[in-house]
C-alpha cells in the first residue's frame, strides 16, 4: 500500500495512534494472574528438567575402575540426580497448584489490584480506514499503468506509482485559465515514461479541483507533450450520469 506510505511519512499518519487505554467489559473471559503466574514458572522449570536428565544419562566411568576416580563419579552422580529430584517434586507440587486453579475467570470476580485495561482501538480504526482509501485511490491509477506496461513488467504497477510519491514536481498555478498544473519530472526509462504520461492524461480527464481553490489540475511530464485526454478516462468517485433532455423524449 505505497500511498498510505507516503502519508505516514508526510502526515504523521501513526501519529493519529493513541496509547490510551479504555476499560474492559466485566464479562469479558480472561486469564487468571495467579494462574499465569504459575504456568510460567512450570514452564521455566520444566525448560530446566530434560538438559540435566540427558546429563545424567550421559554419565559414564571413563577408564579402569579406581577407588579415588569411583568415589568423585558418585558424588558427582548423586549430585545431580539430587538436584533432577529436586526439580521434578517442585514441577510436580507447582502442577498441582496449578490444576487446582479455574484457568478462566470472568473479569468482574477479578481483583481490583490485578485488574487490568486495554489499548484503545478507535484512532487505529480510523488509521486503518485512512490507509484503506488510500489503496482503493491507488487501485485504478496502478490498472492505467498496468496496462501501459509490457506484459513482463506489469508486475511493477505499483513500485512505478511509489516512486512518482517520493519524486519532485513542479506546480504551476495559472489563475487565467483556471488550472494547476503538475508538472512531472521525465523518468530515465522511456518504457515508464510513456506509462507515467498515461498516467497523466486520466488524471488530468477527472478535471478534478485542487481543495479550497477552483483551479483544476492538469499533470503533465516535464518534456512538455500535451496531454491528451483520453476517452475512456478515469472519473471522480462522486461522478455520476445526468440524464439529458435526449435520454427523456417528449
Not at 10 to 35: C, F, G
Not at 47 to 69: Q, S
Not at 114 to 128: A, C, I, M, P, Q
Not at 143 to 152: D, G, S
Request: proline share 7%; aromatic share 6%; with cysteine.
Amino acid at each position: 500500500m505505497a500511498s498510505s506510505y507516503r502519508l505516514q511519512e508526510h502526515y504523521a499518519l501513526d501519529r493519529l495512534l493513541s496509547y490510551q487505554v479504555e476499560p474492559m467489559d466485566e464479562t469479558t473471559k480472561v486469564v487468571i494472574p495467579a494462574w499465569r503466574k504459575l504456568d510460567r514458572m512450570v514452564r521455566s522449570l520444566a525448560a530446566k528438567l530434560p538438559p540435566k536428565l540427558a546429563r545424567f544419562g550421559a554419565m559414564n566411568l571413563p577408564g579402569a575402575i579406581e577407588p579415588e576416580a569411583m568415589e568423585k563419579f558418585l558424588q558427582k552422580k548423586a549430585a545431580l540426580q539430587q538436584d533432577i529430584e529436586q526439580i521434578q517434586t517442585q514441577l510436580h507440587k507447582l502442577k498441582t497448584e496449578r490444576a487446582n486453579l479455574h484457568h478462566h475467570l470472568s473479569l468482574g470476580r477479578v481483583p481490583q489490584s490485578e485488574r487490568f485495561d486495554r489499548l484503545s482501538s478507535g484512532s487505529k480504526d480510523l488509521v486503518d480506514t485512512i490507509k484503506l482509501v488510500a489503496y482503493r485511490a491507488e487501485t485504478p491509477m496502478a490498472q492505467v499503468v498496468r496496462e501501459t506496461l509490457p506484459h513482463w513488467r506489469q508486475d511493477e504497477e505499483r513500485r512505478l506509482l511509489q516512486s512518482l510519491y517520493g519524486s519532485e514536481a513542479d506546480l504551476i498555478p495559472n489563475e487565467a485559465t483556471g488550472t494547476l498544473t503538475v508538472r512531472l519530472h521525465y523518468p530515465a526509462n522511456a518504457m515508464l515514461a510513456g506509462a507515467v504520461h498515461r498516467l497523466c492524461a486520466e488524471l488530468t480527464a477527472t478535471e478534478t479541483v485542487f481543495p479550497t481553490t477552483k483551479l483544476r489540475l492538469v499533470y503533465q511530464l516535464a518534456d512538455g507533450r500535451p496531454v491528451e485526454v483520453p476517452t475512456n478516462h478515469l472519473q471522480p468517485a462522486d461522478s455520476a450520469h445526468k440524464p439529458s433532455p435526449e435520454d427523456h423524449p417528449a
